[in-house]
């Protein structure tokens, strides 16, 4: 089992930056793909970035890519996800995740693991 508490999130207005931290627990942190996930209202759950558990290896979704950066200290067991030039666009609940499976990929139901979500507004 992995448990996730996210933290960060708010209101900002476009154009601004936000970051949000998910501590894990539950399970040694360097043997976990984290990735997070974002779910607007009325639409379903997206992939907005991932950080492999080995490699050093990171994925964007292209609505992100060059704005929003992951990142994890294993030291410390959580991961980040710093958000520039935000757009109202990306307003929407996010979640982080975690998966211990072989590989990692940007469907949620390959993640097994998910926070308690945390909301972002980006005002216009």
């Known amino acids: 089992q992995v448990q996730l508490v996210e933290s960060g999130g708010g209101l900002v207005q476009a154009g601004g930056s936000l970051a949000l931290s998910c501590a894990a627990s539950g399970r040694t942190f360097s043997s976990i793909h984290m990735g997070w996930f974002r779910q607007a209202p009325g639409k379903e759950r997206e992939f907005v970035a991932g950080?492999?558990?080995?490699?050093?290896?990171?994925i964007y979704a292209d609505s992100v890519k060059g704005r929003f950066t992951i990142s994890r200290d294993n030291a410390k067991n959580t991961v980040y996800l710093q958000m520039n030039s935000l757009k109202p666009e990306d307003t929407a609940v996010y979640y982080c995740?975690?998966?211990?499976?072989?590989?990692?990929?940007?469907?949620?139901?390959?993640?097994?693991?998910w926070g308690q979500g945390t909301q972002v507004t980006v005002s216009s």
């Open positions: 995740a975690a998966s211990t499976f072989l590989l990692m990929t940007i469907t949620p139901t390959q993640w097994q693991y």
């Open positions: 950080f492999r558990r080995t490699g050093g290896i990171t």
